[in-house]
């Protein structure tokens, strides 16, 4: 590609015509390169059944393109339009509620045959437009695929039946994995299953949430391989992607991998807020895991990323997550949203045209932003990320866990402990799967990997023992894919010869109610003296003489018992650590006690509040550091560098303003 694409959101059939040339001169003259339209623009194209009107959408492409703006073109099926929900209200589903009404957006079932229809209809005669319109660079299928999370009606029982016998065969294999002989919850046909949906007391079967998880996003999967199979039979040649609203959420962004040529996410949860950077380390997870969904090609787009930061925050703050999406390995970034919306839902919505057509207060920084990615994008296109750690991320974990939410326990977790471990290693961090390759890394963390298939525990042993350093906690490998508990210690990996098992476990919850007279703190402490307060399950540990144990807990009658140790496996380590904490800071100790076996270098010296990431291209090393506090800081480089921003050599003690970026050249 070799040219970043800097673009905004834009919805032409939300304005006059005329107004449009103007829309787009603005876009250009700010710097911008692409523009991303159409994706709820269904009633626009149909207005009724079978009637299509593309004519227009085609003059907005060709308008953006003759003011240099290349376009992302949107599959509108996270919408339907009045006269199909009229027809066939089946079209829509249901949540907790009951069935949805028309209004708003999403929601659409996705198990309804004739919503499928019809989508289809609609996905080809808009792929027979634009699937060779050389304007249009790419294709964002639906919008946000996942939302709204659940989907209750009968067509979606139905098709849930049908997957539950394509999954089990027979219904006595079902009520083995779902455990159903407690509370006479025992099927004798498919077609007793109903929905997950308002159960009785107690609720239902881990099995079966797991199950409704696991089918919910085969159905999101079906509609976008559709679309996307629909576009590609038009020869259109075209990259293709969707925007996932989260690339941990509700659908297995791994399953898609299978149609998409690249991994999105919409970046809302972060614009540098002053002087907290906790954000920045979530989106650097996102953008870890994307950069694994895209089919080795260690680059993802942003398809949506506020287009200004909160009202107490800098405008700078606009260009600092830029240049951290940029060193994570973005290949563009689309603002939400272009021009202020003067109705409809997300009326009001900070836009980069205010209401009266001027830019917003992030003017010079996007113009800065558009012209330093214009003369300098080109050395990290097509650039690698070479990273010495990882942190394995399951969806089925995700999806596993007891009261399943988005950015629930397993996932808050997750995002703590990755940030956690990059920010203390100073290095770069790869988001992998159960079943990915380890051996490339010398130190891997897997925090609540409870559910392993027998291959992938062999995989892991294998790992430790061949050298590698793994980080888990007591529930790593204790359940089967169906939800069901191991009967094996825990935790189970290495038969149960992990330096420690489990002997008791109380809720981190219960322990403080308990504690909180006697004033203590439900925290663990650290060799080292630092003590971080703790959450989730508290597991007691039962420790073997081989192990050396690294912290303890403070209160209770679990005080001064082990909260975590190491012990050396074949050329390896294992570090087991005995509760989780919704704090990253607790998870950066954890990674002091297991680098002190892995050694893995930082890539730079630099202060608390500097994300630091390198790109790799050509034989050339480039170290990307981002300021993510608003005060300046001082990096001690142990070398000579090419700053590549203020083109000049640099080297010993370097000053990044609050919220700047440094982007240096070093030999490999
Ligand atoms: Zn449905």
Not at 116 to 137: C, H, M, P, S
């Amino acid at each position: 590609m070799g040219v970043y694409l800097l673009g905004s959101s834009y919805y032409p059939e939300w304005w006059p015509e005329e107004e449009w040339k103007r829309d787009f001169a603005k876009m250009a003259a700010l710097g911008l390169n692409a523009v991303r339209m159409g994706e709820f623009a269904w009633s626009w194209y149909e207005p009724r059944e079978g009637e299509f009107h593309f004519e227009a959408m085609r003059r907005a492409v060709a308008l953006a393109a003759e003011e240099g703006i290349v376009t992302l073109m949107c599959t509108t099926t996270a919408v339907c339009p009045p006269w199909l929900y009229q027809k066939y209200p089946e079209v829509k589903g249901g949540n907790d509620h009951g069935l949805y009404g028309f209004g708003g957006r999403k929601g659409n079932c996705l198990s309804s045959d004739v919503f499928l229809e019809y989508a289809r209809k609609i996905t080809e005669e808009q792929a027979k437009v634009f699937a060779n319109d050389k304007n249009v660079v790419g294709w964002q299928l639906d919008n946000e695929p996942g939302f709204p999370f659940v989907c209750y009606d009968p067509c979606c029982e139905k098709k849930f039946r049908k997957w539950l016998e394509r999954r089990y065969g027979t219904i006595e294999a079902l009520n083995r994995a779902w455990f159903t002989m407690m509370w006479s919850n025992v099927y004798n046909s498919f077609d007793e299953i109903r929905l997950p949906v308002n159960a009785a007391e107690g609720g239902w079967s881990p099995g079966m949430k797991l199950d409704y998880r696991r089918f919910f996003s085969d159905n999101f999967n079906n509609l976008l391989s559709e679309e996307a199979r629909i576009i590609r039979a038009q020869g259109s040649k075209q990259f293709i992607f969707t925007n996932w609203p989260g690339a941990n959420w509700s659908v297995s962004c791994e399953d898609a991998m299978s149609y998409l040529d690249y991994s999105a996410w919409d970046n809302y949860v972060s614009v540098p807020v002053n002087d907290d950077y906790h954000v920045q380390l979530r989106s650097s997870m996102e953008h870890d895991l994307c950069r694994r969904l895209s089919n080795g090609k260690q680059r993802f787009l942003i398809a949506e990323q506020c287009a200004a930061p909160h009202a107490n925050a800098a405008p700078e703050a606009v260009r600092a997550q830029t240049w951290l999406d940029v060193a994570h390995g973005a290949f563009g970034n689309i603002f939400f949203e272009f021009r202020v919306p003067t109705g409809g839902v997300e009326q009001n919505y900070h836009s980069i045209l205010n209401a009266d057509g001027t830019y917003n207060r992030c003017e010079p920084v996007i113009r800065k932003l558009a012209a330093d990615l214009k003369a300098h994008y080109s050395l990290l296109d097509g650039a690698e990320t070479v990273s010495p750690a990882a942190a394995v991320y399951s969806y089925q974990n995700s999806w596993a866990t007891p009261g399943w939410v988005v950015d629930g326990p397993y996932d808050e977790d997750f995002f703590e402990a990755h940030g956690g471990f990059k920010n203390a290693l100073r290095q770069n961090m790869d988001v992998i799967f159960p079943s990915d390759d380890f051996s490339k890394y010398k130190l891997v963390v897997a925090p609540n990997l409870m559910i392993l298939s027998d291959e992938e525990r062999a995989r892991l042993e294998q790992y430790v023992r061949d050298g590698g350093v793994l980080v888990i906690n007591p529930v790593a490998d204790t359940r089967g894919e169906s939800n069901l508990i191991r009967e094996a210690r825990v935790p189970a990996l290495f038969d149960g010869q992990c330096g420690a098992h489990s002997v008791a476990s109380v809720s981190s919850a219960d322990m403080a109610k308990q504690q909180s007279a006697a004033g203590e703190r439900v925290s663990v402490r650290f060799n080292d003296g630092e003590e971080y307060d703790v959450a989730g399950t508290l597991y007691e540990l039962a420790v073997e003489d081989d192990a050396e144990v690294f912290a303890e807990y403070t209160c209770g009658r679990l005080k001064g018992k082990a909260a975590g140790v190491v012990k050396r496996i074949g050329r390896g380590a294992l570090v087991l650590y005995a509760s989780d904490a919704r704090n990253y800071r607790y998870y950066e100790a954890l990674a002091r006690v297991a680098n002190r076996f892995a050694e893995i270098p930082p890539l730079l010296d630099a202060p608390d509040g500097v994300i630091v990431s390198s790109r790799q291209k050509d034989g050339e090393t480039y170290l990307i550091a981002v300021n993510a506090k608003n005060s300046p800081a001082e990096l001690t480089l142990d070398g000579p560098l090419f700053d590549v921003l203020r083109q000049c050599e640099i080297s010993g003690k370097v000053r990044i303003d609050g919220l700047d970026v440094l982007l240096a050249k070093k030999r490999s």
